[in-house]
């Protein structure tokens, strides 16, 4: 349980974090005409694919694992 505790506390201070920087793109995004916006948009998701990326696969090796110990 406390493991659960630590991890939710974990992501819910990165999704704090997260929310300023949606702010901060949204304004940009706003001031920008739509073409760029659209490239603003895609540069932020092409960024963001390796890291999510690597968290899945992390995730999924960590309960495969789990998940062979227990059965």
Do not use: H
């Not at 300023?20 to 940009?28: P, R, V």
């Amino acid at each position: 349980m406390k493991k659960f505790s630590l991890l939710f506390f974990l992501l819910l201070l990165i999704g704090i974090s997260a929310f300023s920087q949606c702010a901060m793109c949204t304004k940009t995004a706003a001031s920008l005409d739509d073409e760029s916006a659209r490239g603003l948009n895609s540069g932020i998701i092409f960024l963001a694919f390796m890291p999510i990326t690597m968290i899945g696969f992390i995730g999924y090796q960590w309960w495969k694992r789990n998940r062979e110990v227990n059965v």
